[in-house]
């Protein structure tokens, strides 16, 4: 939650309106309480936070964090700087998921982690206007993704 707070205070400090949006969004369910601890997988998305923030003109900042219902944090598995290809071990900088979607959940390389992040990805842009798009990226990559045309993770966006 604190890099998320220190990433909205960059952003406006640079002239970009940005929401914290650090709980309400991800419910979830222990991956495996004995072998993973506090991880979760997110079982419900609430997108209300989301729209709220982007019709008051603001870009939101999720945290890669979930309540399950006994009210227990869980991280739900945003550890990456991008998304990288299993074989070639190179960054995909663009995903369309309605053109490529089903193909990559059939890639033999795309599982457990992989496909647990594109499932929630194509979740959450399934709820929000078509406009939309997730950036995979690491907090110390974030202003060459901003301010390059390169970027410095991996862009999903429903087409």
Known sequence: MGENLKLVAALEKLGTRARPITSGV????????????????????????????IRAGALPILTSLAESNEGQILNVN???????????GEKLDVSN???E???????P?????????LR???????????????????ADSLQKELFTDSGAGTLIRRG
């Open 78 to 88: 945003a550890d990456i700087g991008g998304l990288f290809h299993g074989v070639t």
């Open 26 to 53: 991800f419910s979830a369910d222990y991956l495996d309480k004995d072998k993973y601890g506090l991880v979760g997988k997110i079982t419900k998305i609430d997108k209300r936070p989301i729209e709220a923030s």
């Open 97 to 99: 998921l309605d053109e």
């Open 101 to 107: 979607y089903d193909q990559l959940m059939k890639e």
């Open 109 to 117: 390389w795309v599982k457990y982690g992989t496909k647990l992040k």
């Open 120 to 138: 929630e990805f194509k979740e959450l842009l399934d709820h929000l206007p078509r406009s939309s798009s997730v950036a995979v990226i690491s």
